[in-house]
């Protein structure tokens, strides 16, 4: 293997740094704040109830749920109770409220009197003798109020308690994907850098000439901000479905999604392809005008295409909840957002296609020596990346295993 081959090929692996600096750290039973409430089912206190209730019963017709959370015999319970009661004049029957008592053994009892005060008001529930719930939740054992949208995702947390003028805030902001942005794409590049990967996979392996035929204007920067959209929505597309009807179980989705990474690194790794990404891009590139085709060649097409892709991956890596809250919950609040959302999915698609396209015109700014590192590449790259992304699945997939999906078994 060429010198010059193996100083790219480091190159890459010391650049994949920068998405590896996003996976979580490995820790037995670990949460995140940007992850799906735990789907959980807990006794009332008497004074509120008999039956059990549920995280699906409090979000069964209603934009989002607040959730506050306290320790018996703290003074937060009365201050949540107080916030609450406000925001809730104010915010209607459209949100559910509730409270979780949490601790070590907590009983019914212990709760008598303040179940006095809250006079049923909303459900008082009592965790689990062990405090499961609660250790799952942005506040572990201990006061704080939490705000879940409509598709069951952590929107907006707190210590302590939360005022109501940010209840109402917060209440609003999950209704509009909860501030994930479809900025955070080019967030990826500047200034995280977590996309430099792929500026050493979008090098140039030949130069483009101008077309023996005409084409439309901006043909060349059309096409390739298409493949990469298209690349991106192979991704984003089932993922916000899923988010749509599967937030209750999001832990068991990202697992999926691992193993799929996991498939598609070793597929890369043997083959230098993604089988199912090739076999798309081949299907689409092939009902393009004769005159793109034999401009654009397939494989030129289809590298768009996987750079778009990898973009999408990328983009989970960083930003978890991005299609799932910011298109998925989006669609899932009213009926409003049921129809915007496949817009705002679209415009999510074309600016992952733009930075691509950035990623390609850095990429070949050094003409000849740009093209040369190209061929020296053009096998071992996408290969070692492969084996790289393999590495950050299985990372993911202990993580998984033994933190949030751990903990919802076992609760």
């Not at 406000?86 to 179940?115: H, K, M």
């Not at 390739?224 to 749509?244: C, D, E, K, M």
């Not at 390609?360 to 700014?365: E, F, T």
């Amino acid at each position: 293997m060429p010198w010059p081959t193996l100083v790219l090929l480091l190159v890459l692996a010391l650049s994949s740094m920068a998405p590896a600096a996003t996976l979580p750290s490995l820790e037995f039973g670990a949460t995140r704040d940007d992850s799906s409430a735990p789907t959980f089912s807990l006794l009332q206190h008497p004074s509120t109830g008999q039956d059990a209730v549920s995280l699906n019963d409090l979000l069964s017709r209603h934009d989002a749920v607040v959730l506050g959370v306290f320790t018996s015999g703290s003074p937060n319970a009365e201050q949540q109770k107080r916030d609450f009661d406000n925001a809730s004049e104010r915010l209607g029957d459209s949100v559910a409220f509730a409270q979780i008592a949490t601790g070590e053994g907590v009983q019914p009892t212990d709760l008598d009197y303040y179940a006095g005060l809250l006079n049923s008001s909303w459900p008082l529930l009592i965790d689990e003798s062990k405090g499961e719930v609660a250790n799952q939740l942005p506040s572990g054992i201990a006061d704080g109020v939490i705000i879940v949208d409509s598709a069951g995702f952590i929107s907006t947390s707190s210590s302590g308690s939360m005022s109501d003028q940010r209840i109402v805030e917060s209440v609003e902001k999950s209704m509009k994907g909860s501030d994930q942005s479809m900025l955070n794409i080019f967030y990826l590049l500047i200034p995280t850098l977590i996309a430099l990967p792929l500026l050493i996979l979008a090098f140039p392996r030949k130069r483009m000439d101008v077309p023996d035929t005409p084409l439309p204007p901006f043909a060349g920067v059309g096409g390739t901000v298409l493949a990469a959209s298209i690349g991106f929505a192979i991704w984003s597309l089932p993922v916000a479905l899923l988010s749509l009807v599967a937030g209750g179980i999001w832990s068991f989705i990202e697992l999926v999604l691992v193993i799929w990474l996991a498939w598609q690194g070793l597929s890369l790794a043997i083959h230098s392809e993604v089988h199912e990404v090739n076999f798309i891009a081949s299907e689409i590139h092939k009902r393009m005008p004769e005159s793109y085709r034999k401009w654009r060649l397939k494989p030129d097409f289809t590298r768009d295409v996987l750079l778009g892709h990898w973009l999408a991956w990328l983009s989970w890596l960083a930003y978890p909840l991005m299609i799932p809250q910011g298109i998925g919950s989006v669609a899932a609040a009213s009926l409003t957002g049921l129809v915007m959302s496949p817009v705002m999915l679209i415009f999510h698609c074309l600016v992952a296609g733009f930075v691509v396209l950035i990623l390609r015109a850095l990429a070949s700014i050094g003409g000849p020596f740009s093209r040369l590192l190209g061929i020296l590449g053009h096998d071992e790259s996408p290969r070692l990346w492969g084996c790289l992304l393999i590495g950050m699945a299985v990372w993911w997939f202990v993580w998984l295993l033994i933190g949030p999906i751990g903990n919802a078994l076992l609760t």
